[in-house]
């Protein structure tokens, strides 16, 4: 299994520009989940899914869109990139919902928004 | 408004020792507590986790205590290996399942 893949690997971008990042899992997780990490805030929540053609917003959904309309695959879609969006993010997933049910995190999308 | 903080953002210790990190919450509806591991260029890893109807959970080497009154947890690591050295996320679940909320993670160091 390759677990958890992320694409790009690192992203330069100029303001007002779009672009998606990609994210699929081999485990048939149901669960997904993006997280943005930046210096001293951790890592939030940014838009999450219980199972493909469900999701829903987490604590920083504003400026992002998500879409899962398979099983494997969650992209994350930037509409309009501002220098605020300028990140690390990582994509997660889970077998199911509920605290007993470990997070796999990909190996991050680092982007930067000129 | 961090929930979750961990006020330490780095910790250097002795290869051997211990080491200790700390985890302060403010949301008392957070009923279950985890530890993440990140290495550099890569995902955070799960490490040890706890229920809040415990006050320790001890998995090989690292031990996770909870003090519910103080809404404090901290993550034992003994005997501490160079390998240790990344940094370590507490995080914690409440009300929504899957939603967890971090903490900023400290910097652990583990010299030889």
């Known amino acids: 299994n390759a677990g958890v893949t992320q694409t790009p690997k690192f992203q330069v971008l100029k303001t007002g520009q779009s672009m998606t990042l990609q994210c699929a899992q081999d485990?048939?997780?149901?669960?997904m989940s993006w997280y943005r990490q930046d210096p001293g805030m951790g890592l939030r929540l940014i838009h999450y899914s219980v199972g493909a053609g469900i999701t829903d917003q987490g604590e920083v959904p504003n400026g992002y869109n998500v879409s899962r309309s398979t099983t494997e695959d969650f992209p994350l879609r930037l509409l309009s990139a501002a220098p605020s969006q300028t990140s690390v993010y990582f994509c997660?997933?889970?077998?199911?919902?509920?605290?007993?049910?470990?997070?796999?995190f990909g190996p991050g999308t680092r982007l930067t928004v000129t | 408004d961090q929930q979750v903080k961990q006020n330490s953002p780095s910790l250097s210790v002795q290869e051997g020792r211990i080491s200790i990190l700390n985890c302060d919450y403010t949301n008392s509806m957070f009923d279950y507590f985890l530890w993440y591991k990140k290495y550099p260029a890569e995902g955070p890893t799960f490490l040890i986790s706890i229920s809040s109807i415990k006050d320790k959970n001890e998995d090989g080497r690292f031990t996770v205590f909870l003090n519910k009154s103080a809404k404090h947890l901290s993550l034992h690591i003994v005997p501490s290996q160079p390998g240790d050295s990344a940094v370590y996320f507490c995080a914690a679940e409440g009300t929504s399942y899957g939603k967890l909320t971090f903490g900023q993670g400290t910097i652990l160091t583990v010299h030889p």
């Open positions: 485990m048939n997780h149901e669960y």
């Open positions: 997660a997933s889970s077998y199911s919902i509920g605290s007993s049910y470990e997070q796999y």
